[in-house]
């Protein structure tokens, strides 16, 4: 379990190096010559972004030191943990307080489309037939191109991460909100 966990973290360390979907708000990249010599001045990225991003990995990485938990209705420990648990505790113990339940956290933050997902974001579904409320919720680890995979906790498998782009998370998904 603590190998499965470290080799996830390092994954998602690699990973995060690479290149994502993300909105850019820095200047140009430009070219200055001194001396004969070609300089590359490439763009940083802003101290809020950077902020940001700094603190979107955090909350991953507390994330995913929950993978493999089993499922528990109305749990927050690695004894057991709910959707909407693992999203409260997972910020909370990076100084956000947030609402304890899905359908209430899907309340916060400001709306995003889908193309403009990024990590540290949120998801949320409706999973019940008959409901018509939100009832689960995920926090997004990882965006590759048109895959955006999120950490959840399901009531048959536990805390894992899986992929929007899997049939039934597509059918059940209704929102993004960004909370960072």
Not at 17 to 29: A, F, V
Not at 91 to 113: C, H, T, W
Not at 157 to 170: A, P
């Amino acid at each position: 379990m603590f190998r499965k966990t470290i080799i996830l973290l390092l994954f998602f360390a690699v990973v995060a190096c690479g290149p994502g979907k993300r909105k850019r708000t820095y200047s140009k990249t430009r070219t200055v010559t001194v001396e004969g010599s070609t300089e590359d001045t490439s763009p940083r990225k802003s101290k809020k972004e950077e902020r940001i991003n700094e603190k979107a990995e955090a909350i991953i990485s507390t994330a995913m030191t929950f993978s493999g938990t089993r499922y528990k209705y109305g749990g927050t420990t690695k004894k057991g943990m709910d959707c909407s648990g693992l999203v409260f505790v997972s910020l909370k113990e990076n100084d956000i307080l947030f609402p304890r339940v899905s359908y209430q956290m899907a309340m916060e933050g400001q709306k995003i489309d889908v193309d403009d997902v990024q990590k540290g974001d949120l998801l949320y579904f409706k999973t019940s037939k008959s409901g018509k409320r939100i009832n689960h919720v995920g926090l997004v680890v990882e965006v590759d191109g048109d895959d955006i995979r999120f950490i959840h906790a399901t009531t048959s498998r536990g805390v894992l991460v899986s992929s929007l782009r899997e049939g039934y998370w597509k059918y059940a998904f209704v929102k993004a909100m960004r909370i960072l």
